[in-house]
């Protein structure tokens, strides 16, 4: 099997250290200020990001790694585009060490981040800023041209074109990130949170790309980190499952949603979920784990899921702890388990807590 | 199709002119910023027109070897300490500003190597120095009696500024590689807050060093600028070229400008492989610190 990624007991820690105040206006005497904080640096403890990860990723595949945040995937993504170096174990990328040929993976890969509007020039506009970045990864003039109309098309931001970023709203220059990321097409697509503070339909209409044209078409290596789990289904060959910095399982959707197949899941709407409440039915006989989603955070309407091995014995009680709690039950049905049921059953939380 | 990424020599000046353009729109982005600098520029040779009336006959002696004349003397010394900071901080704020706008990741990710990101996060400085080199030029002559030697030789000022140039880049790359090793990212870095320390001192570019104690013109030798200004004012200003003015020159018992680029070319070979060692050693320090971006 030729394989894109292949990541060998792959480990990243960090210093726990308290914030150097590089924005609190010292000036000139900054950098003695940051010099002394440097030296609580070395004292400080570790926190292990990623810890003793294996994974192999094949050629064309669209893999994703999902977990909640904090979970490691963007420090595990940052390891593999060479920017951060690893403190055990290695990784290669279309057969180069990230290690030993940083240059060569560099010539492989390309990123999308999510937030803040990172990267981008506030004085220059949307095309200019992509025209940068065509210029800064060697796109000829013409091939450029015609990508960047192209992209544009696709994030919807060509009537946005002559704007600059700080002119845009938030989800636009969400947009324009993407863009970026889309001009470039190298065999292997390392893309973190892409859909994070996207609308809808934007979010959808990317997904589509990703999966039909960057994947489908171009047979790029994608690897896409998401706390989404929906996304992940959609979009996924293969989904890893990372917790505290650890890969705690991997397969295709179906085979993951299988490790639980046993169970039941039952999938309760209702007003007025609180910690209260999820310790509650949590504490009832033959409920396995139960998670929580509040879509409404006025009323705290949202939806709960209860795993157990017998719901029909353990409805009545949930209900009734769901009315003692001021709660009102909207709507009730037995659900599929889905990869946050599975993510719940291997950690014991939800991904979106 | 996908294919590895390919930065040929058409590719890089492509990358480099991408950085001169982005540099030189964001400049003009605040159409007022241009006439905010010309007048900085005409306050700045106004206020050392003034202390030469004042001063100018007190130092006249002193000033032999570099033509006699004090407004001459102090606006060349101000635009050739222009250029000199500009290589000594242009590494610093390249990467500073890449830094703070969450884009160092980015470039750091693209297919250039780390001398072309350095390069070109730093050539936009070097752009706005050479129009404010033209502009101290201009008002110089036209308003404040700036006057060139009627032998100048341009060409012998440019070499020596050139190669001071150089070290002044090696310097600044050893204070930028800070920014990783000791995280100095408000706004000045230990070897840039030295050097400047000493450059207004000592250096010679607002006064002659030689009416200074021996001892604080032995501190001017430490840095390149005080021989690129005492060889570049010599060969502009039509002074004389034997005159001994700064200690080296006495310790070596050569010609002042032999001595000068000696000097200058020492400087380069230590400064410039030491600054690129440090310079990448800090950023492999910040790549295992997880500290390239500002956010984790």
Not at chain 2, 140 to 146: A, D, E, I, S, V
Not at chain 2, 218 to 240: K, N, V
Request: net charge neutral; aromatic share 10%.
């Amino acid at each position: 099997m030729d394989y894109a990624i292949e990541v060998f007991n792959l480990t990243k820690k960090f210093k726990k250290v308290k914030k150097i105040p590089t924005e609190a206006g010292f000036g000139d005497a900054h950098w003695i200020i940051a010099l002394g904080l440097k030296l609580k640096f070395l004292k400080a403890q570790d926190i292990v990001a990623v810890d003793d990860v294996n994974l192999k990723v094949r050629k064309r595949e669209l893999f994703g790694l999902l977990g909640p945040n904090g979970a490691g995937k963007t420090t595990l993504i940052k390891c593999l585009s060479t920017l951060l170096i690893p403190d055990e174990g290695t990784a290669t990328i279309n057969g180069y060490d990230v290690l030993k040929e940083p240059d060569k993976v560099k010539r492989c890969i390309n990123l999308v981040g999510s937030g803040h509007w990172v990267g981008f020039d506030w004085g220059l506009t949307v095309k200019e800023n992509l025209e940068f970045f065509a210029n800064l990864y060697g796109l000829k003039p013409s091939l450029a041209k015609e990508r960047i109309d192209e992209v544009l098309e696709i994030v919807g931001l060509k009537d946005r074109q002559k704007e600059v970023p700080g002119r845009i709203s938030s989800g636009m220059r969400q947009r324009m990130i993407i863009a970026k990321g889309f001009l470039i097409r190298t065999p292997v697509f390392f893309m973190d949170e892409p859909t994070v503070g996207l609308d809808p339909v934007s979010a959808k209409d990317i997904r589509v790309y990703i999966k039909e044209k960057l994947s489908g078409e171009l047979g790029e290596t994608i690897v896409l980190t998401t706390h989404y789990m929906h996304e992940a289904e959609q979009l996924c060959d293969r989904v890893a499952i990372m917790d505290k910095g650890k890969i705690v399982a991997c397969g295709t959707p179906l085979e993951l949603k299988e490790m639980i197949e046993t169970e039941e899941v039952i999938e309760i709407e209702t007003i007025n979920i609180g910690t209260r409440l999820i310790d509650e039915i949590g504490k009832i006989d033959l409920v396995q784990n139960v998670a929580s989603h509040i879509d409404d955070p006025v009323t705290s309407a949202g939806t709960i899921r209860v795993h157990t091995d017998d719901a029909e014995s353990i409805l009545p009680m949930v209900l009734q702890s769901i009315e003692r709690n001021g709660g009102k039950v909207l709507h009730v049905s037995a659900s599929q388990p889905t990869l946050e049921d599975v993510f719940m059953k291997l950690t014991g939380k939800g991904l979106v807590e | 199709m996908t294919e590895e990424l390919r930065m040929d020599r058409k590719a890089t000046l492509r990358a480099m002119w991408a950085f001169v353009k982005r540099d030189l729109k964001i400049w003009t982005y605040f159409k007022l910023n241009f006439l905010i600098e010309l007048a900085g520029i005409f306050s700045n040779l106004a206020i050392y027109a003034i202390i030469a009336l004042v001063a100018g006959e007190a130092v006249k002696s002193f000033l032999k070897p570099y033509g006699g004349e004090y407004v001459s003397y102090v606006i060349l010394g101000i635009i050739l300490n222009t250029i000199l900071s500009t290589s000594l901080a242009a590494p610093y704020w390249g990467t500073m500003e890449a830094f703070w706008s969450g884009r160092l990741e980015i470039l750091m990710i693209s297919p250039i190597s780390t001398p072309l990101f350095v390069t070109g996060t730093s050539i936009g400085g070097y752009v706005r120095t050479f129009i404010n080199v033209l502009i101290y030029l201009a008002l110089g002559l036209l308003f404040f009696g700036l006057r060139l030697g009627g032998t100048a030789d341009y060409a012998l000022a440019g070499f020596y500024i050139l190669i001071a140039a150089v070290a002044c880049t090696g310097l600044g790359l050893m204070g930028a590689s800070l920014i990783y090793f000791i995280d100095a990212r408000g706004g000045q870095d230990p070897i840039r807050w030295i050097v400047g320390i000493l450059v207004g001192l000592a250096s010679g570019v607002y006064y002659p060093l030689s009416i200074l104690p021996e001892w604080v013109q032995w501190l001017g030798c430490l840095i390149p600028h005080t021989y690129a200004l005492d060889a570049a004012r010599r060969a502009i200003l039509g002074g004389d070229f034997k005159n001994l003015t700064i200690p080296v020159h006495r310790l070596f018992g050569l010609t002042p400008l032999l001595t000068d680029i000696l000097m200058l070319i020492a400087f380069s070979v230590v400064t410039v492989p030491l600054g690129w060692w440090m310079y990448d050693r800090g950023v492999r320090k910040a790549k295992t610190d997880g500290r390239l971006s500002r956010w984790v």
